[in-house]
């Protein structure tokens, strides 16, 4: 399967670093990755993390100006697109089908194309328009999966918490992966 990862300008880059950490182990997944301009800033702001280390994790990459790119044609089959983080002018750009970048092309082709998107939108607290705009993508054939905490696996440190969640967006696509604690049931948990 090809995924296309995309990393725009909100914080939260470590998600679609861990991602790409993690989809390095899946033979059978090819990963093309488009940075924001917004996203390799903070790269450098949030994360020990050099731009060119985080793209060597893709199998291709994409400078986000190249609207030529393989990955902005529908037929250019992919198994969808995760962006992780999705920033809010990422989103205003993939609902309103604004593609002037190729981060918000290749979403828009995932779109019309009925393939999955997922958008790991990092932001607090929402504003109506904010919710509008998800509310907008889902109806569009978006899921929206933002990065929020679970305690039922309880977490040990902030990488279980990415882990969790980058884990639980690689399921929507099928993706096994050995990061995500499962619930087993109530009867497992510990005793106080």
């Not at 290749?106 to 109506?128: C, F, I, N, Q, Y």
């Amino acid at each position: 399967m090809r995924l296309v990862v995309g990393i725009s300008g909100a914080s939260g880059v470590i998600y679609g670093i861990r991602m790409l950490e993690v989809l390095k182990d899946q033979p059978d997944v090819e990963t093309h990755l488009v940075i924001s301009n917004g996203g390799k800033l903070n790269i450098k702001l949030e994360t020990e993390w050099d731009v060119k280390d985080v793209e060597a994790l893709a199998d291709e990459v994409h400078s986000d100006q190249n609207l030529a790119a393989t990955i902005a044609s529908g037929s250019y089959k992919t198994g969808g697109m995760v962006v992780a983080p999705c920033s809010m002018k990422t989103l205003s750009a993939i609902v309103n089908s604004y593609a002037d970048t190729l981060v918000a092309r290749a979403a828009d082709v995932v779109l019309k194309e009925g393939r999955r998107l997922v958008l790991m939108p990092r932001e607090t607290p929402l504003h109506s328009g904010h919710c509008k705009m998800l509310h907008e993508a889902t109806q569009m054939g978006a899921i929206i999966a933002p990065p929020m905490p679970a305690f039922y696996n309880n977490p040990q440190s902030i990488d279980d918490l990415i882990n969790h969640n980058v884990g639980r967006v690689l399921d929507l696509f099928g993706l096994d992966n050995a990061i995500v604690k499962r619930w087993a049931g109530a009867q497992t948990r510990r005793k106080a």
